[in-house]
């Protein structure tokens, strides 16, 4: 793609410095594909734990055995921090767009966040 001619308008950012915002949408995508991570893992909790429930051995529940009681715990565990990271990076994207606005360069964050 070298010597590639785009319109003035077309130009997203600065002449030379699009990775800049080539990072910043993978930046986003991997906060999406973390936060479907979380879905699945809170649905995989509660799949875990019916099943724990249901399925029986020895006339007594699984979920009453401290080895699953334990491995339900470090998935919550698990789940729990993801979603602190999550929130805690959605509060990150979220302040650092408010500064964008806030500078003036809000068409520049705006142009960010349609593309990603």
């Given at each position: ?34 936060t ?13 734990v ?16 401290n080895l ?49």
């Amino acid at each position: 793609m070298d010597n590639v001619r785009v319109p003035s308008e077309n130009v997203i950012g600065e002449v030379g410095r699009g990775h800049i915002i080539a990072f910043n949408v993978l930046n986003i995508g991997r906060h999406k594909i973390s936060t479907t991570s979380l879905g699945l893992a809170k649905r995989s909790i509660e799949l875990a734990v019916n099943f724990a429930n249901e399925r029986k051995q020895f006339d007594l529940p699984i979920s009453s055995c401290n080895l699953i009681k334990n491995k339900l715990g470090d998935m919550a565990i698990k789940t729990y921090a993801n979603e602190s990271s999550v929130y805690r990076t959605a509060g990150a994207m979220q302040e650092g767009f408010e500064k964008m606005k806030q500078t003036g360069s809000a068409d520049f964050g705006e142009k960010i966040a349609r593309y990603a």
